[in-house]
């Protein structure tokens, strides 16, 4: 089976840095992606992982350990405009689809 | 605007009849994708399609859908006699075969089931 694990929420201050995990297992792995998606919106494409380690892209970094099933998002500089769902998805063998984990629902406070 | 559109946005209707769904990808994208997002909750895939071949279809889904994209272009997603748990957000993503496999998402359709 397949089964992707965030958690449900999180707070953090704004200006400060959060870092949201997913732990994953799933058969085959071609990637793991984040989304981010406010609501009432689709979701929008953050970032792609498919081998280990660190990928920066401004104020987001994405982190992926393939050994271990994890992934995390890391947030810095937070800003009120952060404050949305954060989606963990992986894809699975080719031709599989993608499995999309509960999200973690992030408040930026004042 | 040259990104995924749906049609329609939202769609309210009767238990027991029929909805069609509409989605156009961004037009060199040649993978389409459907899911279903219930609130709280992570999209859930249905299908996807590469060009005009259904490549995967969710072991969970009912025989009630069906989806077509008979040109490789865009696709319809129909439900056949609804009920009130197919209330949801129906999400149209597409992408182009190459590494990264980023998927691009539509608006949505908003079908409530009374």
């Known amino acids: 089976g397949q089964n992707i694990d965030q958690p449900t929420e999180m707070t953090a201050t704004e200006g400060a840095i959060v870092q949201i995990n997913c732990t994953y297992q799933t058969s085959g792995f071609n990637g793991l992606f984040w989304y981010q998606q406010h609501a009432g919106e689709a979701p929008t494409f953050l970032s792609y992982n498919v081998l280990d380690g660190l990928e920066e892209k401004g104020r987001f970094s994405s982190f992926l350990s393939r050994s271990k099933g994890y992934s995390y998002l890391l947030l810095k500089e937070l800003q009120m405009k952060d404050s949305a769902s954060y989606l963990c998805?992986?894809?699975?063998?080719?031709?599989?689809?993608?499995?999309f984990g509960p999200g973690t629902r992030l408040s930026v406070l004042p | 605007d040259t990104g995924v559109s749906q049609n329609p946005r939202h769609k309210i209707t009767k238990r027991g009849q029929n909805v069609t769904f509409r989605c156009d990808p961004i037009?060199?994208?040649?993978?389409l994708y459907w899911y279903r997002q219930t609130l709280g909750q992570g999209p859930e895939f249905l299908t996807y399609f590469q060009n005009e071949a259904q490549l995967e279809k969710s072991r969970l889904l009912s025989d009630r859908f069906s989806a077509e994209r008979p040109k490789g272009s865009f696709s319809t997603l129909e439900i056949q006699r609804t009920e009130q748990g197919d209330s949801a957000m129906y999400l149209c993503?597409?992408?182009?075969?190459?590494?990264?496999?980023?998927?691009?998402f539509g608006p949505g359709t908003r079908l409530t089931v009374t």
């Open positions: 037009s060199e994208h040649n993978r």
């Open positions: 993503a597409s992408s182009i075969l190459d590494r990264s496999n980023e998927q691009y």
């Open positions: 998805a992986v894809y699975g063998n080719y031709g599989q689809n993608f499995v």
